[in-house]
């Protein structure tokens, strides 16, 4: 089964911006939609970006305009670009299926935005 590692997670002032990567151990192609998730302290956890196969994408409100969601089937790594950081944005993200049974959680990246 394929496992997915995430990475690229930080402390950053409010205003600023990371880029998070998603490692699959297998390839994703054959998955249609692939999405970013996160989850702050004592809440749950939230789709925020997703993406398809052919590159269509689609996020939630609160980051729309900020967040860009990307993926390289070749190279089966997932992408959240975030700009615009606020301290809202504090979470750890998680990258996984957007429908359907999802794959194994993987560790998650911790991002931090101070005000």
């Known amino acids: 089964q394929v496992q997915l590692v995430e990475s690229g997670g930080g402390l950053v002032q409010a205003g600023g911006s990371l880029r998070l990567s998603c490692a699959a151990s297998g390839s994703i192609f054959s998955i249609n939609v692939m999405g970013w998730y996160r989850q702050a302290p004592g809440k749950q956890r939230e789709l925020v970006a997703q993406?398809?196969?052919?590159?269509?994408?689609n996020y939630a409100d609160s980051v729309k305009g900020r967040f860009t969601i990307s993926r390289d089937n070749a190279k089966n790594m997932v992408y959240l670009h975030l700009n615009s950081l606020k301290p809202e944005d504090t979470a750890v993200y998680y990258c996984?299926?957007?429908?359907?049974?999802?794959?194994?959680w993987g560790p998650g990246t911790q991002v931090t935005v101070s005000s």
């Open positions: 993406i398809g196969r052919g590159g269509y994408t």
């Open positions: 996984n299926t957007a429908y359907g049974s999802p794959l194994p």
